[in-house]
Structure formats: C-alpha cells, structure tokens
C-alpha cells in the first residue's frame, strides 16, 4: 500500500467543515439550557461598596444572580496559577487570589463581578440594566514599568511594588566579565506590544450537574484532559474524578487563550449546581477583548557584548513583563522565554533577569509561541543592530556567531542542548529564495519613485513539544477501520489528517480508513493538550507506539493461527507473514479472528519526551515605506525552515503561512491599548486593528529537512514558527528602510502614524 507520510494529503476533516457539518460550541443544541449574561468592571481599580440585585432579581425570565458574596458562602475556590518558577536567590513570590467573581475590590476593567443567569440572554441582559453597584474608584497602574515607581498603586496590597517575582537564569558574573572585556557593547531598549489572540470562533462554556453529583463542562478549548485535571485538583476538589466530564466539539482556534481555565468555565458549573439547570454562557467578540488573556506586554533592555573582530562576548537582558492583575494559570513561566534568549548563536556568557509585575489590566497569558517570539524579538533585533553598528552588517554578523553544524550537540549557556540544525544553510537559502543581490536594484526603484525600501532578517530557533506526556488509544473495529483517540486537540491544524497518516503508514491500512477522536475525557482516562507546537511530535509518537502496540498483539495472534512461535512472524504494508514462507494472513483478518473471541485488537501507547525538539530557521521580510505618511507595505516574504521530517507538507504551508500573518499583525497593527482612565480602548475591531489579507504578500515559503534527533519520528514542533519568525524580520526590514532617514528603533506596532513620528523625530535631532 502506497505510503502517505511526507505526500500534501489533503485534509479529510474540510468537508464536513465546507459542508456545514461543523459542530462548534455556539451549535450544539442543550435543552432547556439557561443563558448567562456577566457583568464586569466599568473600572480598573475600585471597593466594590455595594451590590443591590433586588430589582435585577424580579426582572423576567431571571433564574440566578450571582455575587462575590456567593462565591464567599459556598466557599469556590479562586482560579489557580498552577506553574511554579525558580526564583532568583532572595527573592519570594505571592498568589493573591483570582476569585471567580469579584470579592470586595475589582482590579481590571472587565473582571466578572456578578452572574446573570436568565431563560434567555436578551432577559439576562435586560436584568443587568436593573443592578445597583456602588463602587469608590482607587488609584491604578496599567503600565508595566510604571507599576514598579516608588509611589505606584499597588494593585494586591500583599505585594509592594507590585513585583510578583523576579527569575533569572545564566552566570550574571562571567556576563559582567564579558561586557568588561568588550571592544564593542551594542544595547537596545525594546516593546514587545501586548496583544489580543482573537480566534476565529469565541470562548464559551456550558455547564451541567446531576442528581448524582457529577458534572459536566462542555468547551471550546484547547485540551479536555488539561481542564479537567486543573477542575479536580484545584477546584472540584471532593469531587471524584469519574464525577467530571469535559467534553469539546470542533474548535475554532485557540492561539492560546483557551488553554486554562477561566472564571467562566467555573461559573458555569456552579450555577448549574446552584439552579439545577443547564448553564451557557458564549462571548460575544466585544466580550472576548474584556475577558481572554492577552500576549506578550513586555519592557526589555538587552545588551550584546562583542570583542573587536564582532565576536559575541556576552549577553545582558533585563525585562519586565507585565502579568496583569492577577495570575493566570501558566503565566509566570511566559516571559522567561523558556531560555531561548541566545538564539541561533554562540555566546561565551550570558544572563537574563525578568520580573513580573502586577497591573490593573486583564491577565496576560500564553500567546502562539508563548515566550519564544519575545525572545527571538529581542536577539534578532539585538543582532541586526550589532551588524549595523559595527559596520559589517546584518548578514556578516550572524555569519561570524552562528553556532555551528558541526558543534552539535550544542549546550547553550542558558542550560539547553541543540540536538542537530544547520543555521548557516538555512540563512544562505533564504538569501537565496528573496533573491538578496537583486535588492540594491529594487531599492533603487523605490527611492525612484519616492519610497524607502528595506530588507529585514530573522534567524530563529525555539524549543517546543516538550512535557507532559501525550496518549493514544487504537483500537480496530470489525467493520475493517481503526479508531484512535488522543488527548490532544486540533483547533484548526489538521490534526486529524496528520494522525491518520502515520497510523495508516505504520500499519499498512487504507488512510480512509482511519478515525481519529480527541476532545471527551470520557474516551481516555488520561491526556493532554494542544500547546508549544506539541502535537505531531509528541502525539504523532504516541500514536505510532500504540500501533506499533498493536501490531505486536496481531503477531501473537498470527503466530498462534499458523501455529509457529511469534518470533517467526514478520509484519510489513499490512500483512502478517511466517518468514521464509508464503503464508500470510492480513491484519483485518486477525482482528475477524479475535473477534470470534470476544476480544478486539487493540493498542496503548504513551509518549513520555526527555527534552524538548528544536525547531528553527531563517525569514526574510522585505518593505517598502511611503516617507510621505509612513505607511508600510510588505511587498515580500521569504521562509526556510527546519521542522524535520515533514508529515504533511500542505498543512506545514498552512501553518506557516498563518503563524506569519499572526507574526505580521502585531509588527504592522495590532495592540491591545488601555487608555490614560484605565479603559480598554480597544474593545473592538474598530479600536484593535486586526491585519487583513490584503496587507499580506505570497508568502514564499519551503523547509529543508534536518530529522531530530529528539524525537522518534524525527518531527520538530511548527506550529509557532511564523509567529516567532515573523515579528522581528518586519521590524528590522523597516529599519533597514528607515536607516538613511535616520531611524535607529522603533517599536511595534508599525502603524503608519508611529512611523511617521519617527522619521520627524530623526530629523529634528
């Protein structure tokens, strides 16, 4: 049978999309289900005074209202931060609680202070314009690096000077050495802008409880298992696990913030014990810019240390990074950037400090890459400038510092080992693919014409698909299909294709007719998640081990019907055969002989990664920038990346091609911005400018395929490549461009305005 691992299958799960036949949450029908309206803080700092619920109450169609006070009564537990982070040496770290509704003083515009639960949402929504809340306003922060001022709010009154921890990593002495012994320090003081995951289909939540104690959540979400695990450990606390059910349909992405869980989620499972009704709460997009978390918002200073032939000496990097007001669930670990800050490069030494701190804006949290984009933002742009300030250039000064292909396995001071890449072929692809000599005489043509024109680079390497584990259960039907069930879940990748081509390859059988179920923890006792560019990598080994599991219990069967010991039986394209003999018997067959027992064929396999892989590559961004108003265009964009052995080549385009326009928006437009009264002025796709397709070029995009030697199927994580790539290869193309008009920074997001005021700023000195 033909193999399909490697070949551009198309995607079996598009035609029940294109049909119709998709089941997101907002389509799935719930009997009799209550609709959930929730009101939340007109301020970003203030007492909650009072909260009259008396008229709201007898409004019509008003099943519930619910009020911190309630959450105090029945004694629900405030939403965990479950990550736990090094700190640096002296230092201590607090987890002020995040109650699921506002207990006494709210600390974002947005956070939930009471729960309408009504018949109908229009009633729930009529009901809220009869509340009474009485709140006295208090000082506020929103500025990350203003929170850490002497005479700042302070948003917990349990956390002066509203650092949350401080973590660092690297040997701070021998990097002070280094920048001593320096002939050329290079510093840079940079914005990672704080940004809105929007996926395409909202956040949503519905809640149900029995008679018999157990609940019921179904999610848009990006893993079953994980909330479920979080509920039940941190929340449901005495209720038993076999009591919780998490159950999520079709996805309409996730980027991130519908990785952990929320105020809503728990809500609505407490209303639903409350009233003993089915609970439904759906965000509207208005409502989803008040309550997802948001990504990045980080201040950075990085210094780059060179001797006198541009040699990197040592790194020094110092950011803040803001955590909003209060913790998410995995957020502290965010900004450390999972130690990636020396890129693509060799560094003698090197030392990052980062500090979190509290704001009165919403909680900040895993963003696509999660960490590594900030990191790569920062030694890309750091590195660029280096070229350019020491005069050799952007292109001779990755040269000269690349970590080479014969130096892995390479240690990086940071503690992680690059198990192989080619970081030097990558670049000169690359500069081969956007046809870099033929720049000089494009840029002539645009300065021609008026334009400035520029050229940008991107070197990035990230780790991803490492811990926790990820299962997969494979079992055959009589009716010749196999069925696998994964604790992962797709929210738009293609997850089901990919995983049908490896079970398919592995076992020899039609890929049509492979199934593929995820989103029920039901199905699995235990699973995983959706996050880090994990899923083919770690997922895609845990399915081939419980075929292979399979496979080894078919053999027994095999050995056993032709009567010969299993060793005697071999396996290939399907086929069970005695060695040395013509006698074969198909794998359908013995599971048709199983069968006759009662029994079925069937596989468990567990992928258990050691280290993370280590996915990387080279974008160029090229620009061109009218002086007159400062308006950019990306006229080209060049890709060559390593992410191994490639599964399925069509959905590595499509995952690259999005994770750069995801790259893209937040370099050229898109910021999540609250205002000098502390409010959201951003609340819509009026205020946040979300990028359109028609500020994006052909994508020129191909891989070359260096297998890792991590993971048994030799596959790297992808799924956060473009958005890693992507941000500092536009910037750097646009200081490229500005360079003669003096531009020497500027940060995103490049909206014209702000390139416009930079280019007047340059000229007046």
């Not at 531009?743 to 340059?762: E, F, K, Q, Y």
Request: hydrophobic share 40%; net charge negative.
């Amino acid at each position: 049978m033909e193999k399909t691992v490697g070949k551009p299958i198309r995607r079996k799960e598009d035609r029940r999309f294109l049909t119709g036949s998709g089941q997101y949450l907002a389509d799935v029908s719930f009997d009799g289900a209550c609709q959930v309206h929730i009101v939340r803080s007109p301020h970003p700092h203030a007492e909650i005074m009072n909260i009259d619920t008396t008229a709201a109450a007898d409004m019509p169609g008003v099943v519930a209202i619910l009020t911190g006070e309630d959450v105090k009564r029945d004694g629900v537990p405030p939403l965990p931060c479950c990550i736990r982070i090094p700190l640096k040496p002296g230092t201590t770290q607090t987890f002020p609680d995040h109650p699921i509704l506002a207990i006494g003083t709210v600390r974002y515009v947005g956070e939930p202070i009471v729960m309408i639960v009504a018949e109908t949402l229009e009633q729930a929504r009529d009901a809220s314009e009869h509340l009474s809340i009485t709140f006295r306003e208090l000082p506020f922060v929103t500025d990350p690096a203003r929170a850490l001022d002497e005479n700042a709010p302070s948003v917990h009154t349990d956390v002066p000077g509203n650092i949350n921890f401080t973590w660092e990593v690297g040997d701070e002495e021998a990097t002070s050495q280094a920048f001593a012994n320096a002939a050329q320090i290079v510093s840079l003081d940079i914005v990672n802008n704080r940004v809105a995951p929007s996926p395409l289909e909202p956040r949503g939540a519905v809640g149900l409880w029995d008679d018999d104690g157990g609940y019921t959540l179904h999610l848009s979400c990006q893993g079953a298992h994980w909330i479920k695990d979080t509920l039940c450990k941190f929340v449901l606390n005495d209720v038993p696990e076999d009591k919780v059910r998490v159950v999520v349909h079709d996805v309409g992405g996730g980027f991130g913030t519908k990785l952990f869980l929320t105020p809503e989620y728990v809500l609505v499972l407490w209303a639903s014990r409350r009233t003993g009704r089915t609970v439904r709460w759906i965000a509207d997009r208005t409502e989803s810019f008040y309550s997802d978390t948001h990504g990045r918002d980080n201040v950075t200073r990085a210094e780059l240390a060179m001797d006198d032939q541009c040699k990197f000496l040592g790194l020094r990097v110092s950011t803040i990074a803001n955590m909003g007001a209060y913790l998410s669930e995995y957020a502290p670990t965010i900004p450390t950037g999972d130690r990636m800050h020396e890129g693509a490069y060799v560094f003698p030494a090197a030392h990052v400090e980062v500090r979190g701190v509290f704001t009165n804006t919403g909680p900040v949290e895993s963003y696509r890459g999660a960490g590594r984009p900030e990191a790569t933002y920062m030694i890309e742009r750091l590195v660029d400038l280096a070229g350019r300030q020491s005069g050799i250039g952007p292109i001779e000064i990755r040269r000269r510092n690349f970590v080479q292909s014969d130096a892995m396995p390479y240690e990086s001071r940071l503690g992680h080992v690059y198990d192989d890449g080619n970081f030097p072929l990558l670049l000169e692809e690359a500069l081969c693919d956007a046809d870099w000599n033929g720049f000089a005489e494009r840029r002539r043509h645009s300065e021609s014409i008026g334009r400035y024109r520029g050229l940008g680079i991107s070197s990035y390497i990230g780790v991803c698909a490492g811990e926790p584990i990820v299962q997969a259960q494979l079992v055959f039907e009589t009716d010749q299909t196999v069925t696998v069930t994964l604790g992962t879940q797709s929210s738009g990748q293609g997850h089901i294709t990919a995983y049908s081509q490896i079970v398919a390859d592995k076992l020899g059988v039609p890929f049509e007719s492979v199934t593929i179920r995820q989103g029920d923890t039901a199905w699995m006792r235990a699973g995983s998640v959706t996050a880090g560019s994990r899923s083919i990598p770690l997922g895609g080994v845990a399915a081939e081990y419980a075929a292979q599991k399979a496979i080894d219990t078919g053999a027994s069967t095999a050995a056993e019907f032709f009567n010969v010991s299993q060793d005697a039986i071999t396996f290939e394209n399907g086929v069970f055969r005695v060695s040395g003999t013509n006698h074969t018997i198909g794998i359908f067959e013995v599971v048709a002989l199983l069968a006759t027992k009662g029994e079925a064929l069937q596989g468990y396999g567990e992928f258990v990664p050691s280290v993370g892989t280590f996915t990387n590559g080279c974008h160029i961004c090229e620009v061109e920038i009218d002086p007159q108003t400062g308006s950019i265009e990306v006229v080209a964009y060049t890709a060559v990346d390593d992410f191994g052995k490639i599964i399925n080549p069509m959905l590595v385009a499509g995952q690259v091609h999005g994770g750069v326009a995801q790259g893209i928006g937040q370099a050229l437009c898109e910021q999540v911005v609250y205002g000098e009264s502390g409010h959201l002025a951003s609340y819509d796709f009026d205020g946040y400018a979300m990028l359109l397709a028609s500020h994006l070029p052909t994508i020129a995009a191909r891989t070359i395929e260096i297998p890792c030697l991590n993971n048994p199927l030799g596959t790297k994580g992808m799924g956060e490549a473009g958005a890693i790539a992507a941000p500092p290869a536009v910037v750097n193309a646009a200081l490229d461009a500005l360079w003669g008009a003096g531009v020497r920074n500027i940060d995103m997001p490049l909206t014209s305005s702000h390139v416009w005021s930079a280019m007047r700023g340059a000229k007046s000195g």
